[in-house]
Every structure is written in structure tokens, then in C-alpha cells.
């Protein structure tokens, strides 16, 4: 079964202080890695989905890619609207597996 | 406007009951799930189903029930059988379900009175 771990648990930025979130797994193979923003309260915000090594997706300050062991999500210059849990998630078949995500403060 | 909606917001159960959270959707999408959330704890998926009639567990389905009569709708019911029921539930689609993006509602954050 695949395991999912994301790191750091949090991470406090200062505006316009880039950074990159990690999400590493067990299980290597051509699965769907799926990246998505969650706000307090509410349902997570489909952001990215990489499917090969040495894939990248862009969406404004985020970029996404991929190895085969883990995925990065880099934030450049972040502004304080930024300020989320990122979760990350495998795909195997008809389910996804969560990690428990990183909670990310941008300080204004 | 097309989307998915999860009542209630917020609902309260008092002992020895069962409770029902609604979700429906409305992009025609195949496939649906239960997902329950706590805190420092990643998404755990609790049922899904891919056809109208059709539902599999997930991996920690004890003490929860569903159905899905339409392809809109995939209720959820926490039995008196779940001992821990306090957590934010979450209904997610997605168009086949087969290794694709989901879609999420807002969720329902149930508490145990």
C-alpha cells in the first residue's frame, strides 16, 4: 500500500520568501500525483495533477514536479492570500491517498 | 451553476443516534466519495461508489452506511455504531473514477452532543 508523507508539517513565510513543499511516497510507478490548496473550513481546491518524472505544472506563484519518489511544490514570492494547507495525494485505480498535508503561513 | 452540495454545514448528534449527511452533485460525474477529515490527520476515505447501485468500502468504513439510488446523490450515514463520529466530512467526485482529479463540496463538520 502506498504511503504518503508530506513535509514540513507547517511553514511560516515572510511575503515574497520562496520555498518548496515536499511530498514523498512508497510506491514508484506511473500513478497520478495530485496537489491540492485547502482553506480552513472548507473543501480541498484541485491545484495539479503529474503523471511522468520530470513533469512541471504552473499556476501563477506555484510550480509542481515530479521524480519518482517524491514531488515538490515551490512557492515563489508568496503573498499573504497564499496562506493554506497544501495537501498532496496518490492515485491508485479509483482512490486517493492523502497526506496529512503542510500548513503554510505567509506573513504579511 | 454546477457544483457539489453537502448539507448540512454543521449538525450535532446526541448519543445512540444515527445521523444523515446529504451530498449531491450535478456535473454528471460517475463516480463519488466519502472522505472523513480530522485534525493532523490526512483525508481517510470512508466509501465510494463508481455505478448507481454499486459501493465499496473504503478503509475505515465501520460504523458509517450508504447508498446510491441516483447518480446524484450519495448520502452518508454515521451509525450509533461509530463511537468516534466528530470530524469534518467531506463528498468528493470525480468523472470516472479511475486515477482522476476530485472534485470536493464544502463539507459537513459533525459534532457528538
Known amino acids: 500500500e502506498d504511503q504518503v508523507t508530506q513535509s514540513p508539517e507547517a511553514l511560516r513565510l515572510q511575503e515574497g520568501e520562496s520555498s518548496s513543499l515536499n511530498c514523498s511516497y512508497t510506491v514508484s510507478g506511473l500513478r497520478g500525483l495530485f496537489w491540492y490548496r485547502q482553506d480552513p473550513g472548507k473543501g480541498p481546491e484541485f491545484l495539479f495533477t503529474l503523471y511522468s518524472a520530470g513533469e512541471e505544472k504552473e499556476k501563477e506563484r506555484l510550480k509542481a514536479t515530479l521524480t519518482k519518489k517524491e514531488s515538490f511544490l515551490h512557492i515563489t514570492a508568496p503573498k499573504p492570500e497564499d496562506s493554506a494547507t497544501y495537501l498532496c495525494a496518490r492515485g491508485i485505480r479509483e482512490k486517493l491517498t492523502f497526506g496529512t498535508g503542510t500548513r503554510l503561513t505567509i506573513i504579511p | ?113
Open chain 2, 1 to 113: 451553476d454546477g457544483g457539489i452540495t453537502q448539507s448540512p454545514k454543521y449538525l450535532f448528534r446526541k448519543e445512540g443516534q444515527n445521523v444523515t449527511l446529504s451530498c449531491e452533485q450535478n456535473l454528471n460525474h460517475d463516480a463519488m466519495y466519502w472522505y472523513r477529515q480530522d485534525p493532523g490527520q490526512g483525508l481517510r476515505l470512508i466509501y465510494y461508489s463508481q455505478i448507481v447501485n454499486d459501493f465499496q468500502k473504503g478503509d475505515i468504513a465501520e460504523g458509517y452506511s450508504v447508498s446510491r439510488e441516483k447518480k446524484e446523490s450519495f448520502p452518508l450515514t454515521v451509525t450509533s455504531a461509530q463511537k468516534n463520529p466528530t470530524a469534518f466530512y467531506l463528498c468528493a467526485t470525480s468523472r470516472t473514477g479511475a486515477n482522476e482529479k476530485l472534485f470536493f463540496g464544502s463539507g459537513t463538520q459533525l459534532s457528538v452532543l
